[in-house]
């Protein structure tokens, strides 16, 4: 039995390169949410151990740190998804 043009082949996925760019965008966006994570901890970690080394009540470092991580993985954020 020769290949009948007219059928299609029910093996043969239909659209196969939108499942690929849909994962490709998944694991994007998940290595941002990672790089987030990771850029926001680290400053986190520097800050709170200057307070530790310097002996501060109250930990401000730790908490600009903080806010100066967040800033700084949002910018790398737009800056990678531009």
């Not at 009948?4 to 694991?27: E, M, R, T």
Request: glycine content about 8%; hydrophobic content about 40%; aromatic content about 10%.
């Amino acid at each position: 039995m020769e290949n009948q043009p007219d059928k299609p082949n029910v093996n043969q996925p239909k659209n196969l390169g939108a499942g690929k760019k849909a994962l490709g965008s998944y694991a994007t966006y998940t290595g941002v949410a990672f790089q987030m994570m990771a850029i926001i901890g680290a400053s986190a970690f520097i800050g709170y151990k200057v307070d530790q080394y310097y002996d501060h009540k109250t930990q401000w470092v730790t908490a600009l740190a903080c806010v100066l991580g967040v800033c700084l993985s949002i910018y790398q954020t737009i800056r990678q998804l531009k």
